[in-house]
């Protein structure tokens, strides 16, 4: 007798291209909010694009966001992996020192130090928890940008 395979969500079906609705659907609402939150924001920073791309692990199917001066260079990738959604912004090294990080909170600070250093980029994420800390990362997000220190 075959066995019948449980079909895979839609964030890590790889061969199956699934829609921004599709893949969050598997937020709650909270999260499904602060997602939308942060896409609107980003739809509304001038000069920044959004793409649906596979992004292998542990990414997968993650939403891209990519500066129309430097498609080349991801400014940020909003992760809607079910149950839980997070943001991270890759931010070159001499950036890092350029953040105005006293305007920050220490959970979005103790993140950045926390960050994994992959050539020259640190690799900071955080989980999606209030609208207070999307602020805080579009501050981030729009000094990647303004200062274009931003690498893939």
Known sequence: MASVSKPRA????????????ELLEGLNKQLLS???????????????????????????????YRSES????????????PVRAYVAIP????????????KLSKPVRDSL????????????Q????????LDELMLIASACLADDTVAV
Do not use: C, H
């Open 10 to 21: 839609a964030w890590e079906d790889r061969f199956r291209r699934p829609t921004v609705d």
């Open 34 to 64: 602060l997602a939308e939150s942060w896409r609107e924001r980003m739809s509304e920073t001038p000069g920044v694009r959004e793409d649906l791309a596979w992004q292998g692990i542990p990414f997968r199917w993650t939403l891209v």
């Open 70 to 81: 430097r498609p080349d260079r991801p400014l940020a990738y909003l992760v809607p992996q």
């Open 91 to 102: 931010i070159a090294t001499d950036a890092v020192n350029r953040l105005p990080l006293r």
């Open 113 to 124: 130090g926390a960050a994994s250093l992959v050539n020259g980029l640190y690799w900071a």
């Open 126 to 133: 955080w989980d999606l928890q209030s609208k207070t800390q």
